[in-house]
């Protein structure tokens, strides 16, 4: 299986900040990657699709770059509602992996 | 609106079997694959497998090959996953997602349904 390793595994952050989220994959999965927001107890929500095109109603402050093994989530400007945990997965070869998420703590 | 929605929770003992559907409605069910996700407490995503809506094919991950079947009715425009021989370690909310081309992610998901498993 491919491994997705994800970086820092929890970052603090305040209202405007810049933060980069890092995933990287055990062996190439070209561009079949894609980044998801999940808050407790709600289902991830689709973020970015093909490691760089952001799915439709996602703001623009979201974006993403990478392809084959090394993936960086940035979200330019942070707002409230950002603070959330991040899952970055590859859907390039079964399984789907998953990596084990970053939390994006208010500082 | 386009939503999937999924059966109501499950508490189950050791060894039994549970079956979660997932009703989609707002597009063409035929048209995309369902893939189902489980997330056990505290921890990340987990994809079990996909079924195709149109033609019923499916693929599953091998941590769950002889354990988990995924079928459809596209009369119904529903999806069901069973899995079987549960142990505790099977307890999780598990997710139902549609997916078009599979580039394109996991772009509506189910409300999750929780399954617990205990003696």
């Known amino acids: 299986d491919i491994q997705m390793t994800q970086s820092p595994s929890s970052l603090s952050a305040s209202v405007g900040d810049r933060v980069t989220i890092s995933c990287r994959a055990s062996?190439?999965?070209?561009?079949?990657l894609s980044w998801y927001q999940q808050k407790p107890g709600k289902a991830p929500r689709l973020l970015i699709f093909?490691?760089?095109t952001l799915q439709s109603g996602v703001p623009s402050r979201f974006s993403a770059s990478g392809s084959g093994t090394d993936f960086t989530l940035t979200i330019s400007s942070l707002q409230p509602e950002d603070f959330a945990t991040y899952y970055c997965?590859?859907?390039?070869?079964?399984?789907?992996?998953f990596g084990l998420g970053t939390k994006l703590e208010i500082k | 609106q386009v939503q999937l929605v999924q059966s109501g929770a499950e508490l189950k003992k050791p060894g039994a079997s549970v079956k979660v559907s997932c009703k989609a409605s707002?597009?063409?069910?035929?048209?995309?694959?369902i893939h189902w996700v489980r997330q056990a407490p505290g921890q990340g995503p987990e994809w079990m497998g996909w079924?195709?809506?149109?033609?019923?094919?499916?693929k599953y991950s091998q941590k769950f090959q002889g354990r988990v079947t995924m079928i459809r009715d596209a009369t119904a425009s529903t999806a069901h996953m069973e899995l079987s021989s549960l142990g505790t370690e099977d307890t999780a909310v598990y997710y139902c997602?549609?997916?078009?081309?599979?580039?394109?992610?996991?772009?509506?998901w189910g409300q999750g349904t929780t399954v617990t498993v205990s003696s």
């Open positions: 997602a549609r997916v078009g081309a599979t580039y394109r992610g996991m772009d509506v």
């Open positions: 707002g597009y063409i069910f035929t048209n995309y694959a």
């Open positions: 079924i195709n809506a149109g033609n019923g094919d499916t």
């Open positions: 062996q190439s999965v070209t561009s079949y």
């Open positions: 093909s490691a760089s």
């Open positions: 997965q590859q859907c390039y070869i079964t399984p789907h992996t």
